[in-house]
């Protein structure tokens, strides 16, 4: 079986979301964590979050990419019940059991991405779509096959879902604390 790992090709991970996911974390879309914002009221680093973060499920931090990588059963069990024991302690899951039938929806949706090959990279993008969170994913993977992973060493990239509008980010401006970081 296959799921999500994040990782850290550069440092800007950590200076582009509030809490960044530790590299090699198990992880899942985090969709579920603007369920209750207005996307379009979101600014800064929780908008970058928000916008293309995945979560990682120990440190509710975000990551950039992820990638695919083998995982066993016994992987996949323990990263639901750490999982479902976040959604109690952080998210407000009524119960224990609400929470593990909400975390292996999560997973279920995870193991979906991960129908590419291993060492894939996946990277996100989320908007608010008519009152709804839609996702679109990339994936990436290096030219050439296999090789050490570098951050620009990616060009063969596939889309998931419809072309995005092309947009300009300031990377510098959004690692500036604005009016709504913590």
């Known amino acids: 079986m296959k799921l999500l790992r994040t990782i ?3 440092p ?3 200076f582009i979301f509030e809490r960044a996911a530790e590299p090699g ?3 899942v879309s985090g969709a579920f964590v603007f369920s209750d914002d207005d996307p379009e009221m979101l ?3 929780p908008r970058s979050a928000f916008r293309g973060g995945f979560l990682g499920v120990q440190s509710l931090g975000w990551s ?3 990638q695919i ?3 066993s059963e016994d992987d996949r069990l323990a990263v639901i019940d750490t999982l479902a024991k976040q959604l109690v302690a952080h998210f407000g ?3 224990i059991e609400d929470a593990v039938a909400a975390a292996e929806e999560e997973f279920e949706f995870t193991t979906s991405l991960c129908n590419h090959p291993q060492d894939t990279l996946i990277a996100v993008h989320r908007a608010h779509e008519s009152g709804e969170i839609r996702e679109t994913f990339r994936t990436l993977r290096p030219k050439g096959g296999p090789k050490p992973l570098r951050a620009f060493a990616f060009l063969d990239v596939e889309g998931e879902g419809e072309e995005e ?3 300009k980010i300031d990377l510098a401006g959004m690692a500036k604390p604005g009016k709504n970081d913590k």
């Open 64 to 66: 950039t990419l992820v």
């Open 69 to 71: 990588v083998e995982a």
């Open 8 to 10: 850290r090709l550069d």
């Open 165 to 167: 509008p092309e947009e």
């Open 93 to 95: 899951a009524p119960t």
């Open 25 to 27: 974390e198990w992880a």
């Open 43 to 45: 600014e800064g680093k």
């Open 12 to 14: 800007s991970d950590t």
